[in-house]
């Protein structure tokens, strides 16, 4: 169940980092069509004329039926094990229903031509099935410490909840006002300056790492708590390796390949902010 679960929070991050490679390389309609790939036919076929796109696009869609099977793995393996933990079953539900949910709202998005409003639907449901799949991995592996936290320490940690949202919204509406469409032909961006929204960005981030530096010096020095120390200290470690590849994207003009490693350590980074929710609590 503990290795299942744990799986079942991994595919579910790593999703993002393929489906930005989606869009970073420009493969978004290398499968023009949904539920195809091409007219009359689910797999590529060489008559496209998408070239190595269509294998791209369709990789990534592969991968969904991956995540259907681990987040089915770990449905069962809860109702065996947790039937009376009616919370994980729930959670358990969460990634497997969602996942279908990706599924259309992909569908959707590869027929309006990736619109950018759908494109960044795409990523920001992926948020709730971290979360979902996290909470049952935390609940099945015991981690919590602070079962009995102040008050304090919980408002806190949803504050930092909160504040990593608003980072990670603000990073997609970023990246939908830069050159990264996924692909030549799709419509036009959000239509913001992206060096201005790329600044709002950046000043949330460290008003983000304000806040973790904040709960780190309380966790260490007034409540002495190594465990919430440790979660706090590791989301500054990636908030710091994260800035240091959004600036550098900025100074080389936005490369595509920095695109994906900044959404690899978006996904990591969303992990690392629910670590310190549950060294505090779970609920």
Sequence with gaps: MKRLAF??????????????AVRATGSGLGCPTWPQCAPG??????????SWHKYVEFGNRTLSFVLVVVAAL?????????RADRRAIALAWVPVLGTFAQAILGGITVRTGLNPYTVMAHFLLSLPLIYAA???????????????????????????????????VLGTITTGSGPHSGDANAPARFGLNPVTIGWVHA????????????????????LRDDV?????????HIVGTQMVVGFAQFALGLPWWMLIIHAALAAWF???VLNVKAAVRLS
């Design 7 to 20: 799986w079942n929070m991994l595919v579910q991050a790593g999703i993002i980092v393929t489906g930005v």
């Design 41 to 50: 036919s689910y797999t590529p076929t060489v008559q496209q004329a998408q």
């Design 74 to 82: 770990t449905l069962i393996a809860a109702y065996r094990t947790l």
């Design 134 to 168: 996290h909470a049952l991995w935390v609940r099945v592996s015991n981690r919590p410490r602070l079962e009995f936290a102040q008050p304090i320490e919980r408002v806190w940690a949803w504050i930092i909840v909160g504040m990593a949202l608003v980072v990670l």
């Design 203 to 222: 000043f949330s981030v460290a008003l983000f790492a304000g806040l973790a530096i904040g709960l780190w010096a309380y966790a260490n020095y007034l």
């Design 228 to 236: 919430l120390k440790g979660a706090a200290l590791g989301v500054l």
């Design 270 to 272: 969303w992990i690392a």
